[in-house]
């Protein structure tokens, strides 16, 4: 068996569509899906984990297309999760097969409290079942990644042995998770060393590390653990993830980038080397948070490390003054080495489309034509009723136009009467799935639930989808009583969550259209079956769907 190189610098293995995708209400189609895996190339990430094909057949279809469109030759890995059971892997196999580099990740819990609660295997059948396994990935591709789950909470003798047998069965890989997120930096970095020092054959396999932020360490704890020898991170976009979610990827590799001198030795390199850590363009971090954000509609948080918004936002007098006199006063990184620009263009009526697409372009979106002709009359629209546009107004149009849901319910109309001698009254017109257009009227405490009970009158009168609104929030793109406003919601149909996000000048019609989007993709969901869960259903029940 040939040696595995170890990697001369730090490799990033974005989870976001994998991991990441099972945040309650991230669901993403697989436009999306490859949308963002086209952005996640640009971003530079080494290893795309696209899903989980077995998944759902939608699951399957996004690995796959995924591995033909974006796993090119000079492109990222393109990675399909399976449990350590033939059809998870076959399934990954062939959902991978079109990348010109893909690799499957099996993985298999190995503490003891999973082991028995959950697998109800014993520690043989564990040991047993992993090289099986790993040499069954094997004949799909020679690059197979492992994973004992729940790693941190595993016996670390017992570890070594299965790591020891993974590898000895062809893993090139092997990924150490904290899935429950409960180890401390120090820890982490002794179960790595540990690994290093006591698993036989570990010169043959890169370590990888893989965990969930429930204790808020989940960046710490990569780092540490980078110290102690690990040469691949599992990460995700603004650390979106299972419960609390994943490590961000933009923290880890914005703390490598401005702390290089510092982590530099680790790699046996001298502190003042220039050679960047990772491979990411540190300047598409933004766009790719931004782009991850809508459309799983999960919402950043302003605090945010990185890409919130107060990030880079100096609030204090004293602080001001100095950022003013000297920026290092007060901040450790350059806003624009995570691409953020205050480029304020103006783009007027007469402003031509040769103007918005070179601007576009320059903004790192290039457009097909259909999609160039709709964003550049939002954005003639937006031109008429603003003074400036800004890059934040044309990155929200484009956004916005360029990642829709499933348009089952279009919105043909909404009006709303409102003020503080009126009951806030909504009337809305829908194109149904049938083409035919529908109307109604409804009064609600304020104006958006006066259109959402309108928007529910309608759809009800056809189809029945109850639905209970669990989040609503409006941002606003830019400053200004003009600015575009963002709506992201939220729904719960029985367990599963759905998201919908919209970005207008009238909140009103951005918060129809955001509940819009939610309702569509719920009701796809509806006519589409239940996607089941790679760590949480039962091995049987997967069994049992082949
Ligand atoms: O958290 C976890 O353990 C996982 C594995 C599948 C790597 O997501
Ligand atoms: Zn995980």
């Not at 990697?7 to 669901?27: K, M, N, V």
């Not at 489309?353 to 457009?367: D, I, S, Y």
């Amino acid at each position: 068996m040939s040696n595995q190189p170890s990697p001369d610098r730090i490799l990033i293995f974005d989870t976001t569509l994998r991991d990441g995708e099972q945040s309650p209400g991230a669901t993403l189609n697989v436009d999306e899906k490859l949308t963002i895996a086209r952005q996640l190339a640009r971003l530079g990430v080494d290893i795309i984990e696209a899903g989980f094909p077995f998944a759902s057949p939608g699951d399957f279809e996004a690995v796959n297309k995924i591995a033909a469109q974006v796993g090119t030759e000079d492109g990222p890995v393109i990675c399909g999760l399976a449990r350590a059971t033939k059809q998870d892997i076959e399934a990954a196999g062939r959902a991978i097969a079109p990348a010109a580099r893909g690799r499957i990740h099996t993985f298999i819990a190995t503490s003891d409290i999973h082991m028995q609660y959950k697998l109800r295997k014993s520690r043989e059948e564990v040991l047993a079942i992993t090289p099986d396994m790993v040499a069954y990935a094997k004949t799909f591709t020679n690059d197979v990644e492992f994973s004992p789950e729940d790693a941190g909470r595993s016996d670390p003798e017992f570890l070594y042995q299965v790591l020891e047998a993974a590898i000895a069965a062809g893993a090139t890989t092997v990924n150490i998770p904290d899935t429950v997120g409960y180890l401390t930096p120090t820890e982490f970095g002794t179960l790595i060393r540990g690994i290093k020092e006591n698993v036989p054959n570990i010169d043959q396999a890169i370590i990888s590390v893989h965990g969930h932020n429930d204790l808020g360490l989940a960046v710490a704890n990569f780092l540490e653990a980078v110290k102690a020898g690990a040469r691949q991170l599992e990460c995700t976009i603004n650390g979106i993830g299972e419960r609390a979610g994943n490590a961000a990827l933009e923290e880890l590799v914005m703390a490598m980038h401005v702390r290089r001198s510092f982590y530099n030795p680790f790699l046996g390199r001298p502190p003042e080397s220039e050679a960047p850590l990772t491979n990411i363009n540190t300047k598409e971090i933004y766009k790719t948070s931004r782009l991850v954000s809508n459309l799983t509609g999960m919402f950043v948080q302003p605090n945010k490390a990185i890409v919130g918004a107060n990030a880079f936002a100096h609030e204090s007098g004293i602080h001001q003054d100095g950022v003013l006199k000297n920026r290092l006063t007060y901040e450790i990184m350059d806003a624009q080495s995570i691409g953020l620009t205050d480029n304020q263009i103006v783009l007027g009526k007469h402003s031509g489309r040769n103007a918005f697409r070179t601007r576009l372009k320059e903004l790192g979106h290039e457009l097909a034509d259909q999609d160039l002709n709709r964003a550049f009359l939002r954005f003639k629209d937006l031109a008429d009723k603003k003074k400036v546009v800004s890059d934040w107004d044309i990155l929200a149009i484009v956004n916005d136009e360029t990642q829709q849901s499933p348009d089952h319910f279009h919105l043909e109309l909404v009006q709303v009467s409102c003020g503080d001698h009126a009951s806030p009254t909504a009337t809305v017109t829908l194109r149904m799935p049938d083409g035919k257009e529908l109307s109604d009227a409804a009064i609600g405490t304020g104006p958006v639930d006066a259109v959402y009970k309108a928007v529910n009158r309608v759809v009800n009168s056809v189809v029945d989808i109850p639905n209970e609104l669990i989040e609503f929030s409006v941002q606003s793109v830019t400053a200004g009583i003009d600015a575009i406003g963002e709506v992201t919601i939220r729904i719960r149909h029985e367990d599963q969550v759905f998201s919908g996000h919209a970005a207008n000048t009238d909140i009103v019609v951005a918060s129809t259209q955001a509940y819009l989007n939610a309702l569509n993709r719920l009701y796809t969901a509806l006519q589409g079956g239940k996607v089941i869960h790679p760590q949480k259903d039962k091995l049987e029940a997967a069994a049992a769907r082949v």
